[in-house]
């Protein structure tokens, strides 16, 4: 599947950009969007955003001043269709949802076609929906909406595993305490529910991506032991960490840690990245939720989960578009690189994450001038524009030191922020 903007009008006009893969695609007047367009003041700096991941297209107005219309009506957020023309000044888009597979930024192919609409069974309750699909053959996963909400209330029982207890929910679905039938040793499942229809392609391709993530082994990163498919539900079974996340621990200490707290859990966070760095691989999902804690004596272990999960999760397609399930405030932990291409992020972006969630457990309080109710489109306005607070002026007495590394992992160009993670661990240990 593909979707296409084709411009039809305005400064670009019959330039043609593809998307076969989820991606984001950003319009306005700074000169790293996507669409550039300096010399119309109609657009705002970051106008609107795209999130593509064909054949769904969703578009998000940042807030602009004069608005983002979708066929002559004005919009704050509008999922697209095939022949959808998007309006701002004298720039105007046609969506094109086809059947085809070409690059980004080419012309796409003659034979693209419009895809088919087959239908198709969930896998849960047998009820049937149509979706757009490449070719009337294509085997697909499919859970409907009503079968998706029940069961992220209730998870079902995974074949070999005993459930005991939901340990948490999210949007990709939930974790849930359970134990191995054959060994007895206590696991954690977490069950990834698709939002949408998915291939057998997208879904093999998820589980290799899944597999290569797993194969990480370090102290300070959750150990992954299982993963399969029952009943169209993606499970992932890891070591089960007897303890809390860091943000609930934060909030178990009125809010926030304190600094000798928030020093042990943020190094070693750093050590797991270090290591994952010098393999190649990018978390891309860190947030205090992300580290799990619990105490061994008087001192805390801290362990990374979800390692790629995102981005493996988003690139098969299964969350619908690039950011589904994000809430406002997770989502203010990603750095404006990965809100403009997260398929392409270097460990600098991990690095501003990390100094995104050092900056809540410290001050108990976000970098940016948003609440954690803020909508999606004010949340990616302020990663895009707002400087971050500096850390000093949200705890007066933490020491200079502490408040420049993590000020210094929060500046919005990549190339000023730490390079490595070791380079930032050694300057938190030497802080104090």
Not at 103 to 125: F, T
Not at 213 to 235: Q, S, T, W
Not at 344 to 361: C, H, N
Request: charge should be negative.
């Amino acid at each position: 599947m593909q979707v296409n903007l084709k411009v039809l009008a305005g400064p670009y006009k019959d330039r043609v950009f593809c998307f076969t893969q989820p991606d984001t695609f950003l319009i306005g007047r700074t000169n790293d969007s996507h669409l550039y367009l300096p010399n119309d003041r109609f657009f705002s700096r970051h106008h609107c955003l795209l999130e593509i991941s064909p054949p769904h297209c969703l578009l998000r107005d940042l807030g602009s001043t004069n608005g983002t219309f979708v066929n002559g009506r004005k919009v704050s957020e509008a999922e697209l269709e095939n022949g959808d023309q998007i309006q701002g000044g004298e720039t105007v888009l046609l969506v094109e949802v086809v059947s085809g597979g070409v690059a980004e930024d080419c012309e796409p192919n003659a034979g693209d076609s419009k895809p088919v609409l087959l239908a198709v069974q969930c896998l849960n309750c047998g009820r049937s929906e149509e979706v757009q699909v490449a070719t009337a053959d294509e085997h697909l996963t499919f859970l409907c909406e009503d079968c998706r909400a029940e069961l992220r209330k209730t998870p079902q029982p995974i074949p070999g595993y005993e459930m005991i207890r939901v340990l948490g929910r999210g949007g990709m679905g939930c974790v849930t305490l359970a134990r191995d039938q054959k060994t007895g040793r206590a696991v954690a499942i977490k069950t990834l529910l698709p939002e949408f229809a998915v291939s057998d392609k997208a879904m093999r391709r998820f589980m290799r991506e899944v597999d290569v993530a797993a194969a990480l082994k370090h102290p300070n990163i959750v150990e992954f032991i299982d993963r399969g498919m029952h009943n169209g539900v993606v499970y992932l079974v890891t070591e089960f960490v007897d303890g809390a996340d860091a943000a609930q621990l934060a909030d178990s200490r009125g809010g926030r840690l304190s600094t000798g707290e928030t020093i042990s859990i943020i190094t070693q966070a750093l050590d797991a990245l270090t290591h994952a760095h010098d393999h190649g691989y990018i978390h891309r999902d860190i947030k205090d939720q992300n580290i799990l804690v619990r105490s061994v004596g008087a001192d805390l272990s801290a362990k990374l989960t979800d390692f790629g999960l995102a981005k493996s999760f988003k690139q098969s397609g299964m969350s619908g578009v690039t950011m589904a399930g994000e809430m406002a405030g997770t989502l203010a932990y990603m750095p404006p690189e990965q809100l403009k291409n997260f398929r392409d992020v270097k460990p600098q972006s991990d690095l501003y994450a990390i100094g995104m969630t050092a900056y809540s457990l410290f001050s108990g309080k976000l970098a940016l001038k948003i609440g954690r109710k803020s909508s999606m489109a004010e949340t990616i306005k302020a990663i895009f524009e707002q400087p971050a607070i500096p850390l000093r002026e949200r705890v007066p007495e933490l020491s200079p030191a502490i408040c420049e590394i993590v000020d210094r992992a929060l500046v919005k160009e990549p190339t000023e922020r730490w390079q490595s993670a070791k380079a930032m661990r050694n300057a938190l240990m030497h802080s104090a």
